[in-house]
């Protein structure tokens, strides 16, 4: 019942749940969860309200105990790190703080002993603010944004923390369908090898970073994603999209796709 | 006006003058900086509560007869990480813990100073709780810790300012990232231990959270970000300290309660700009 790096995981693969179990307070509300996310993945996460969609996410990162199994890191995630897109949280919201300054909070782990941040970090974070079109807001105030706005930030902050893979709790609740459509654009630009476009002191990332997503939204997840993770009780389903559409659920919601991609 | 300027150049030449503005800036400049942390952290009351904490702690110590310093720095600091322990648990709720540590510390030290009364403890009260004179009456050896504190304090803000930032905007993504945000947390509330003994110099145990939270609020009125409010703050804080000391100095009156209404005012001005200003 730990997190540990594992450096003998086959290659390419960042993360791997080993009959993960999940809880609160000695209730498991998940148990014997199996995955695997490799380099360039795009997991998204699916499932019922209460299912541990997000508690599994915690638990990724280290916010969360397991109450049992094992979650085994590369010794390369380790190194690099996760970006963290968090569910909003209302504290923030009167917060005098620069987009700039909140995007290059998501430098903080390159910091090491520094006290303050460097060229690679300042060239990182205006990097971050191009590549999400919010360059422009640079030096406005976050809490003045609209929410798709304030979204991106979070997301670019969250870009400039991913060394090699993002984790995004529920990018596009509360946007309006043309935000959510640029959310989804957007992370799928991310996850897009960049070896065109060397960044400064991420050469490693040439396949693109890897996303794990915890979505509501399951016609996205079908049409964007690599694999899916499916939580909720008894039916728990783990592998490719392709894979998901065979089941009782996936097909389920293929049938929305279908309905979608019509109108 | 030559007069006036006259008058300060005479008392300039006191030490003791001289000392009160020294040690008056250094604080002023810390607690500026530290009110921007604890404002947006949600900790103001922190700030209040730990203040009659310290004056519990010096009245313990006049009655006991220690240096009034020693005793109620560790006192304070330590209150300030069992105050953060207690809420981070959820065992009591943070502001019903911080008025119960606040009004049992203040009624045990007054409690004290009149089971033992001594021929000052009159003056005791007066000049901790409300700082009236204290400024003024400093030694060299108050001016050198003073000095060294600050010295702390300031290194603190300059050194994490980054990571002090992170965890204040969100925790948990400093957390997730690799920052041991507990341990920060732990150092504000340290910090703030030190910078509350330290002001309780300049303004008294009851008008603390008035000199940390003031100028931070007054900045934040007109400033958006992160920086631009700490170094407003601290501007601020400085001047309008050394203005209400001046001032207290000038005409007699007591220096802490000077030093807050000052604050006030510039809290007014600032709020009225912000109105005219449309920001």
Redesign the interface.
Known sequence: MKHITNSTLPAGVLLRGVDVSLGYEGRDIVKGLNFTVSDGDYLCIVGENGSGKSTLMKAI???HPLSGGTLEMSPELRRY????L?QQ?P??KD????VR??V???C??R?GWK???GRTEKQLTNEAMARLDITHLA?R?Y??LSGGQQQRVLLA?AYC?AGKMI?LDEPIAGLDPLAMQDMYGMIAGMNKPVADRPMPGRQHLGSGVTVVMVSHDVPAAVKYATHILHMGGETTFFGTVGDYLKTPEGRLFAGCTEGKDGD | MTELIATLKTYFSYGFVRNALVAGVLISLCAGLLGVTLVLKRYSMIGDGLSHVAFGAMAVAAVVGWAPMAVALPVTVGSAVLLLLASERGKIKGDAAIAMLSAGALSVGYLLLNLFPSANTGKFSEETLFGSTSMLTLTGVDVLLCVLLAAAVLVFFIFFYHRIFAVTFDERFSTANGLRSQVYNFLIAAVSGVVIVLAMKLVGALLISALIIFPALSAMRLFRSFRSVMICSAAISVAGSVLGLLLSVLYGTPTGATVVVIHLVIFGVFSALKVVMKR
């Open positions: 990162l280290g916010l790190g996760m970006g963290y968090p949280t504290a923030q917060f005098p703080a620069s300054e909140v290059q909070s998501g903080l782990r910091l006290p303050f941040f030096d105030c809490r003045d902050r923390a984790l």
